[in-house]
Protein backbone atom coordinates (compact mmCIF):
# COMPACT_ATOMS: atom_id res chain seq x y z
CA UNK A 1 0.00 0.00 0.00
CA UNK A 2 3.28 2.59 0.39
CA UNK A 3 5.61 2.41 -2.65
CA UNK A 4 8.84 4.18 -3.06
CA UNK A 5 10.17 4.95 -5.79
CA UNK A 6 13.90 6.41 -6.37
CA UNK A 7 15.41 8.19 -9.49
CA UNK A 8 18.25 9.88 -10.64
CA UNK A 9 21.01 7.40 -10.22
CA UNK A 10 23.97 7.23 -13.16
CA UNK A 11 27.50 6.85 -13.71
CA UNK A 12 29.98 10.41 -12.80
CA UNK A 13 33.29 11.28 -12.86
CA UNK A 14 34.79 12.19 -9.36
CA UNK A 15 33.99 15.64 -8.84
CA UNK A 16 30.94 15.53 -10.75
CA UNK A 17 27.37 15.83 -9.25
CA UNK A 18 23.86 14.16 -8.61
CA UNK A 19 20.55 14.73 -7.47
CA UNK A 20 18.31 11.77 -6.60
CA UNK A 21 15.15 11.79 -6.05
CA UNK A 22 12.50 9.85 -4.12
CA UNK A 23 8.44 9.75 -4.75
CA UNK A 24 6.17 8.37 -2.17
CA UNK A 25 2.86 6.59 -3.10
CA UNK A 26 0.30 4.91 -1.65
CA UNK A 27 -3.26 2.99 -2.45
CA UNK A 28 -4.49 4.43 0.64
CA UNK A 29 -4.38 8.26 0.15
CA UNK A 30 -4.49 9.64 3.77
CA UNK A 31 -1.31 7.43 4.92
CA UNK A 32 0.71 9.99 3.03
CA UNK A 33 -0.07 12.36 5.56
CA UNK A 34 2.16 10.19 8.37
CA UNK A 35 5.09 10.19 7.08
CA UNK A 36 6.74 10.76 9.79
CA UNK A 37 10.40 10.84 8.18
CA UNK A 38 12.20 10.11 5.09
CA UNK A 39 15.68 9.75 4.24
CA UNK A 40 18.74 7.89 2.13
CA UNK A 41 21.01 4.77 2.61
CA UNK A 42 23.66 3.00 0.77
CA UNK A 43 24.77 -0.25 0.46
CA UNK A 44 28.20 -1.39 -1.94
CA UNK A 45 28.72 -4.94 -2.74
CA UNK A 46 29.61 -6.94 0.47
CA UNK A 47 28.95 -4.13 2.90
CA UNK A 48 26.07 -3.00 5.41
CA UNK A 49 23.44 -0.51 4.47
CA UNK A 50 24.39 2.59 5.96
CA UNK A 51 22.87 5.31 6.41
CA UNK A 52 23.72 8.31 4.28
CA UNK A 53 20.99 11.50 5.53
CA UNK A 54 17.51 11.33 6.80
CA UNK A 55 14.86 14.69 7.33
CA UNK A 56 11.99 14.65 9.78
CA UNK A 57 8.54 15.84 9.36
CA UNK A 58 9.50 19.29 10.57
CA UNK A 59 12.62 19.34 8.66
CA UNK A 60 14.89 18.46 10.94
CA UNK A 61 18.14 17.04 9.31
CA UNK A 62 20.92 14.78 9.69
CA UNK A 63 23.72 13.91 7.73
CA UNK A 64 26.42 11.21 7.97
CA UNK A 65 30.14 12.59 8.65
CA UNK A 66 31.07 10.84 5.19
CA UNK A 67 29.44 12.78 3.26
CA UNK A 68 28.87 16.14 5.21
CA UNK A 69 29.48 19.70 3.79
CA UNK A 70 28.69 17.80 0.12
CA UNK A 71 25.27 16.11 0.43
CA UNK A 72 21.96 17.77 0.84
CA UNK A 73 18.51 16.20 1.68
CA UNK A 74 15.40 17.70 0.93
CA UNK A 75 11.90 17.42 1.14
CA UNK A 76 8.82 19.06 -1.32
CA UNK A 77 5.89 20.45 0.36
CA UNK A 78 4.09 18.22 0.70
CA UNK A 79 6.12 15.89 2.56
CA UNK A 80 5.66 12.76 -0.04
CA UNK A 81 9.49 13.08 -1.50
CA UNK A 82 12.60 13.45 -0.48
CA UNK A 83 15.58 14.38 -2.79
CA UNK A 84 19.56 13.93 -2.01
CA UNK A 85 21.61 16.45 -4.24
CA UNK A 86 25.15 15.15 -4.21
CA UNK A 87 28.42 17.47 -5.31
CA UNK A 88 31.79 16.64 -4.99
CA UNK A 89 31.37 13.10 -5.44
CA UNK A 90 33.79 10.30 -4.76
CA UNK A 91 34.54 6.86 -5.60
CA UNK A 92 33.51 5.59 -2.50
CA UNK A 93 30.49 6.94 -2.76
CA UNK A 94 29.59 4.91 -5.57
CA UNK A 95 26.45 2.05 -4.11
CA UNK A 96 23.08 1.26 -4.56
CA UNK A 97 20.56 3.91 -2.77
CA UNK A 98 17.84 3.42 -1.36
CA UNK A 99 14.86 5.47 -0.40
CA UNK A 100 12.97 5.42 3.09
CA UNK A 101 10.65 6.53 4.92
CA UNK A 102 9.03 5.96 8.57
CA UNK A 103 4.91 5.93 8.48
CA UNK A 104 3.03 4.87 11.64
CA UNK A 105 5.73 3.25 12.92
CA UNK A 106 6.71 0.91 9.79
CA UNK A 107 9.51 1.56 7.68
CA UNK A 108 9.50 1.21 4.20
CA UNK A 109 11.95 0.98 1.03
CA UNK A 110 12.28 1.83 -2.15
CA UNK A 111 14.09 -0.78 -4.53
CA UNK A 112 17.32 1.53 -5.10
CA UNK A 113 19.19 3.25 -7.80
CA UNK A 114 22.86 2.57 -8.61
CA UNK A 115 25.05 5.22 -9.03
CA UNK A 116 28.66 4.92 -9.61
CA UNK A 117 31.37 7.36 -9.34
CA UNK A 118 34.91 7.10 -11.58
CA UNK A 119 38.13 7.70 -10.63
Known amino acids: QVQLVESGGGLVQAGGSLRLSCEAS????????????MGWYRQNPGKQRELVATITRGGRTNIADSVKGRFTISRDNAKTSVNLQMNSLKPEDTAVYYC?????????WGKGTLVTVSS
Open 100 to 108: AAEIRGMNY
Open 26 to 37: GSIGSILSSINA
